[in-house]
């Protein structure tokens, strides 16, 4: 079937058997009455056979779950030995030293225990079998492989617990020491006294000021994507927007950070023409070598970057070493020539200073003395390019899947962004009355949330509900979990950014008693909330507001892996076409950054409560 030009995709075949997710089958199906072309009963058959199969696969792992193939058996060995001991009279005292001596919380309940197969969950991101499990052992449970134990914690006092009240018993773990080579003693991995003085100078660099002027910045760089988006309906061309979305978040987070305009969005054309581009080009690669290389470190069970010869003669380690070099080399360089602006600018320092010129995180942080060596420098702007970057590359791409299967949703979008943008860029102003724009990146952010978990280690031993844990305890909070909770969420797995009401607060973990954590929470949240917040609704707002999304004709099955971040294994392929109405062309209007900003001085004051406020409402 032939239209515009376009192959229609025959319907395939739900996933049949195999172990996909609950989004995989609903994809599956739905992908193709996408374009509105197929009959509605279809899609209704469709949907209800996805249902079957849904529930087929649970029953089938919940009957594996319930016949134990998963549950650890205790043997109850210490306390046959105590009962044993105390039934041949032996002292109260020694009964409770041998209590210590073998750490066993005898007279707590256990936590529900279960053991796991890696074999089990290669196929598929680790995150769907920890919610199968969920449903079967809850709030909290604890999962081996072989000789490793995590606590899963799907509970929301108990996030709450670890991530807010008794914050200071944790620390990142595992993550801290997956992420070393590339972040250091960066805000993200950093624990103790490094990430309290560390905070404490960054969190400043991110006023309000600083994150309104970012939005003519968000503009100008989705203006570019919009560019590239308009050549590819010219030419009849379908677009992977997943790749797009990486490159314009990049280009952001570089200018953002430190002031380095990746122009990724433009490099990737292979027309390199000057030494400049040359440049540039190796270091868009280079960043990406060394975030796939983290993203690979983060699902890999053993760490075989750290086998002595291997990680020297390793043509992908070696790869990783020399990318992480020409990054640091291109770091230090872009801190010495900000060193030199900041010694040769007259401008006082005040709580929200701002370089017109140069309004990056780096440029705060050097104009206000922050005491600190070039490595740990260099660290934070690492992890705040990392941190910034394949998040919201990922909440962009996600948004788009999730509208691309609502049309009604992406309607309802569009006529808010007419009736508030018209055909101008957005504003600061703008941005406060997109309220449904919000409320579908809100509702985006809980169906995938960006990362799906949180990794914590105990740093002594607590209560966790009424379990007793030791120090040193592995701990993943599932926010996937949390966030599809069928207890705590109605229709949980649809999306529905109808479940926020327009004239509610926007949702934080606050508000939600840490049953949605979008950026985390308590002492270490997410320090880049509020800008990226404003950079999705920017991004969305422009794209909709010029073009229909819908998936592309035969396109790959859009699938989800997982590193940090949740992708999708075969890109997001869309057909993407200029709207006819209303008119599409912007009228340029647009603050800029080098000049009289008109964002600048209007900002609302609710911003400066930073601990409440993601979004402006
Ligand atoms: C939609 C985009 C984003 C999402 C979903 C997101 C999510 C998160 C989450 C969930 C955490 C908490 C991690 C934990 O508790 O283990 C976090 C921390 C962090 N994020 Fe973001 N983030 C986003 C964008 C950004 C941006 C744009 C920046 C930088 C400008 C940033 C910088 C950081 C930093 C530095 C931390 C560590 C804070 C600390 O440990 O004190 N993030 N982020």
Known sequence: MEESGRRVPEMREADGGDRAGTSRRRLVIRCCSLNGREPE????????VQRLLEEERRAKLSARIASGEFTVQRSGFISLLKNGLSKFGAPS?????????????????KIPEAKGAIRAI??????????ELYLTYGGIFRLTFGPKSFLIVSDPSIAKHILRDNSKSYSKGILAEILEFVMGKGLIPADGEIWRVRRRAIVPALHQKYVSAMISLFGQATDRLCQKLDEADSNGEDVEMESLFSRLTLDII?????????????????????????????TVEAVYTVLREAED??????????????KDISPKQRKVKASLKLINEILDNLIAICKRMVEEEELQFHEDYINEKDPSILHF??????????????????TMLIAGHETSAAVLTWTFFLLSMEPSVMSKLQNEVDSVLGDRFPTIEDTKKLKYTTRVINESLRLYPQPPVLIRRSLEDDMLGKYPIRRGEDIFISV?????????WEDADKFNPERWPLDGPNPNETNQNFSYLPFGGGPRKCVGDMFASFENVVAVAMLVQRFNFEMALGAPRVEMTTGATI???????????????????????MPVLNGNSGGLSEVEPELAQREEIAVPL
């Open 93 to 109: 005292g020694m009964l409770e030293l041998l209590s210590q001596w073998t750490g066993a919380h005898e007279d707590y309940p």
């Open 365 to 382: 942080l050097l104009a206000s003395g922050d005491d600190v060596s070039s490595k740990q420098l260099r660290d934070d702007l690492m």
């Open 567 to 589: 992708h999708t294994t075969e890109g997001l392929n869309m057909r993407v076409t200029r709207r006819i109405k209303p008119p599409i062309m912007p009228e340029l209007e």
């Open 254 to 282: 570089g200018k953002a950070v430190f002031n380095y305009d990746f122009d990724s969005l433009t490099n990737d054309t292979g027309i390199v023409e000057v030494l400049l581009l040359v440049l540039d080009s190796r």
């Open 480 to 488: 996937w979990n949390l966030h599809r909770c069928p207890k705590h």
């Open 122 to 131: 290669r196929s598929e991101p680790f995150f769907i079998p920890l919610y």
């Open 297 to 310: 470190r983060s699902v890999q069970p053993i760490p075989f970057w750290e086998i002595p010869i291997w």
């Open 41 to 48: 009963s279809v899609d209704k058959e469709a949907e209800s």
